[in-house]
């Protein structure tokens, strides 16, 4: 099973909201990703937890905060969000880790976000 | 730093051609290459990963080529489908400045394959 799920598939928030995108993946893999995708550009990364510790982050705004609560899982946790944080959230896994970056990435179907 | 380019940037075809989709990139230093599909609104699809010491892979209809040396790789489709019409997007893996490893992506390439 390379079977990543994200909830929800679609959020629409105000900008004073309070929200969380969840990601669950159950292959072991242990490097997990958060990426940002806006209309018709790739894939921008965002954060990386490694072991359940967070390794890249890509100077993402404080109002984006990611966890990682065990190695299934991956949360993004949304406050005071702008109109043009509005896009696609992909969750990614693989098994990579430190030292061996050597692993397919296995993307969820993305939750689409719109922020009001 | 690594830069990832895909030409052409849209391709539109007859149903049963063969067709190729290129990738270049400007740093040789790469770990893999990873192929994925996106279906418009959805997520990435894996396709094909390819390591650098590999010069090819394959499945199915799809065969994936990498010359780390001259920074290129393909992606060949034979015999496609409307069903293969799709954001081709090309991925390489690399080190950053910073010591860590991550995708970088190429903008990719809308494949629509007509009827």
């Known amino acids: 099973d390379t079977e990543v799920t994200q909830t929800p598939k679609h959020l629409v928030m105000g900008m004073t909201n309070k929200k969380s995108l969840k990601c669950e993946q159950h292959?072991?893999?242990?490097?997990m990703y958060w990426y940002k995708q806006k209309a018709k550009k790739p894939p921008e990364l965002m954060f990386v937890?490694?072991?359940?510790?967070?390794?890249i982050n890509e100077s993402v705004p404080s109002r984006f905060s990611p966890e990682c609560p065990n190695s299934s899982l991956l949360n993004l946790h949304l406050h005071a969000l702008q109109p043009e944080d509005s896009a696609l959230y992909l969750c990614a896994s693989s098994q990579d880790y430190p030292g061996r970056p050597l692993y397919e990435q296995y993307f969820g179907p993305g939750t689409r976000l719109t922020v009001t | 730093k690594q830069e990832v380019t895909q030409i052409p940037a849209a391709l539109s075809v007859p149903e049963g051609e063969n067709l190729v989709l290129n990738c270049s990139f400007t740093d040789s230093a790469i770990y893999n290459l990873q192929w994925f599909r996106q279906d418009p609104g959805k997520g990435l699809t894996s396709l094909l990963l390819i390591q650098s010491s590999q010069r090819e892979q394959t499945s199915g209809r799809l065969n994936a080529s990498l010359d780390k040396s001259s920074g290129r790789s393909t992606l060949y489709i034979a015999a496609s489908q409307p069903g293969d019409s799709a954001t081709y997007l090309c991925?390489?893996?690399?080190?950053?400045?910073?010591?860590?490893?991550?995708?970088?992506f190429g903008k990719g390439t809308k494949l629509t394959v007509n009827p």
């Open positions: 991925a390489v893996k690399g080190r950053t400045q910073g010591g860590s490893e991550k995708l970088v």
């Open positions: 292959m072991g893999h242990r490097a």
């Open positions: 937890y490694s072991y359940e510790k967070l390794s």
